[in-house]
Structure formats: structure tokens, C-alpha cells
């Protein structure tokens, strides 16, 4: 499947895009009382993990509109709101902005808004199951075979769906997990669970593995 932004190809590598998201991860952080994370705090040693950060629910939404659109911004641009996916010879509009995050204990709900020719616009629903704080599950999610939705939007781009959603929560963790702290090689720390209750999105951060250690930032 090919994305585009009106014929922009998607760039991951725009320094300029990573940082404004992690800025606006930080900022989430710094409302949930956690301004003290950051890069600030005791290095955490290979394979051990640091205290768990959270974010309020009511932010979560935006950083995963933001973790969407960060794929498909130009350089010096602001994301799209909207890009379109194609699939052979079918196509469907994005629109990025109308994304929404809802939370329940152990549950991530992902929200897109998805509009073709053929049905009009429809929301498309991928629920991702993951831990609570009594059920922890680290870093494995569970889905649904099909989004919710109109079954037309869910039978022809519902793996699209699927995989939109989820690496928007994976992008939303990593970031969480990066603006935590570091370890004692001075790398930044990765996710290493994720879980939720209804109120807010929890990330445990994690060092690498001695074997998979990288120096710096």
C-alpha cells in the first residue's frame, strides 16, 4: 500500500517533525505532573526499568493525531490533516485531524475517519487491548480481526486501520519512553510495557538489553 500527502511522499526523517512531536509529548508529561522527566534522573542500567510515566487521557488523542501525521510532514511544514491511501487501484481519504484516542482500564480505542467515493466518510474503530495496572501485559497488544465500522471501510482498509492505529500508540510510548531518561550508556530509554486505566496512558521505560546497547543519544 502506497500513502501519500497529495503526491508527498511520507518522511520519517525530518528532524524538525521529531522534535516538534516530542515537544508536544514532553508538554503532555509536564501536565501530568511529571515535569521532572526528560533526559533528568538516575541512569538506568542495561535491561533494568524506570519508574512508569503517564499521560491524561484527555491528551492522548492529540499525540496520536500528532504520531499520524508526523509520518507524512514535510520538512519546515506542518503535518497534513488529511493524506490519502491507495491500494492498487483504490483510494481512500485520511482525515488526520478527526483521529480519536479513548481510553478504558486495560483498553486503547483508536478512531479514524476514513472517506471514499463509494461510502462517504465512516469511522473506523481498532480497539487494542493492553495492560492494566492488574494485569500487566509489557509490550503485547491484542486486536480485533476487523475494525469497527461501516463494513464496507472495515473489509477494504481495515489492515491499514489496524496498522495506522497501532503504530501511532507505539510512536506515542516510544516517546514517552525517550523523554524518561537514559542509561547508563547515555542512550534514551525504550518502551518496555504499556497499559491504561481511564484516566490515563502509562509507559514503562526500559534500558536495552547489554547486547543491544547504543551510546548516546
Known sequence: MVVTDGGRRP????????????????DALREA???EHGGVGTPVPPGGVA???????SAVTGLAVAAIGARYGAPGQPPPTQVIWHDGDSEVLVHLDKTQAVLWPGLVLIALTLEADETGPGQLVVPFAVG????PAGL????EARPRGPAPLADRWGEAATAAGWLALLDVAH???????ADTAGA???PGAISCDSSV???TPQARQAADQVTGQ
Open 11 to 26: 518522511d520519517r526523517d525530518g528532524c524538525g517533525l521529531v522534535r516538534w512531536f516530542l515537544d508536544l509529548i514532553e
Open 33 to 35: 505532573g511529571q515535569c
Open 51 to 57: 519508574a512508569p510515566v503517564t499521560v491524561q487521557a
Open 132 to 135: 492494566s495496572q492488574e494485569s
Open 140 to 143: 503485547v497488544a491484542v486486536t
Open 175 to 181: 516517546g514517552m519512553a525517550l523523554q524518561s531518561g
Open 188 to 190: 534514551r530509554l525504550i
Open 201 to 203: 496512558l502509562s509507559v
